[in-house]
């Protein structure tokens, strides 16, 4: 654990599932509803400083969430990314993006491209409650629970 680290300092957003080993959590980001991370609980800096079986597990993960994302969400694309330049705490974002969202197609941290529709937002919160349920599906279905 580390005191300076965001993510051993809180959740990361809100805790969808809780593992031993890992949490995934629904980031409050409100330009893109149902943006998800795995997050590593102890403080861990690369994937590399896993042990081999750690690094399936947080990958599984990765991959039950990105089809749960993906089934409910109904994104043109699913990005996946690990970067830890600000946060060096091993975590992967799954970010379901679409044409019309902020930054395509470019990267969410990107400069945005135009506004967002507020229609479109709207109808992507409302799949929250069953992304949250998906995602825990996807989880036990992959034998990934406690």
Same mark, same amino acid.
Not at 12 to 20: A, D, M, R, S, T
Not at 86 to 110: E, G, K, L, N, Q
């Given at each position: 654990?580390?005191a $300076?680290?965001?993510l051993c =300092?809180? &959740?990361?957003?809100?805790?969808?599932?809780?593992?031993?080993?890992?949490?995934?959590?629904?980031?409050?980001e @409100?330009?893109? @509803?149902?943006?998800?991370?795995v997050?590593w609980?102890? !403080? +861990?800096? *690369?994937? $590399? &400083?896993? #042990? @081999?079986?750690?690094?399936?597990?947080?990958?599984?993960?990765?991959?039950?969430? *990105?089809?749960?994302?993906?089934? $409910?969400?109904?994104?043109?694309? +699913?990005?996946?990314?690990?970067?830890?330049?600000? $946060?060096? !705490?091993? !975590?992967?974002?799954? /970010?379901?993006?679409?044409?019309?969202?902020?930054h395509? @197609?470019?990267? +969410?941290?990107?400069?945005?491209?135009?506004? #967002?529709?507020?229609?479109?937002?709207?109808?992507?919160?409302?799949?929250?409650?069953?992304?949250?349920?998906? /995602?825990?599906q996807?989880?036990? =279905?992959? =034998?990934?629970?406690?």
């Amino acid at each position: 654990m580390s005191a $300076t680290c965001d993510l051993c =300092a809180g &959740d990361g957003g809100e805790v969808l599932w809780q593992h031993p080993s890992f949490r995934v959590v629904l980031v409050d980001e @409100p330009d893109y @509803p149902g943006f998800c991370r795995v997050v590593w609980n102890s !403080h +861990v800096k *690369e994937m $590399t &400083d896993l #042990a @081999p079986s750690d690094r399936t597990l947080v990958a599984n993960a990765v991959w039950a969430v *990105e089809a749960a994302v993906r089934a $409910t969400m109904a994104p043109e694309k +699913v990005n996946l990314a690990t970067l830890g330049n600000m $946060t060096p !705490h091993v !975590h992967w974002h799954v /970010i379901p993006r679409y044409p019309d969202d902020c930054h395509f @197609p470019a990267p +969410v941290w990107a400069a945005p491209q135009r506004a #967002a529709d507020p229609a479109a937002l709207e109808a992507r919160r409302a799949r929250l409650p069953q992304l949250r349920l998906a /995602i825990q599906q996807q989880l036990q =279905a992959a =034998a990934l629970d406690a």
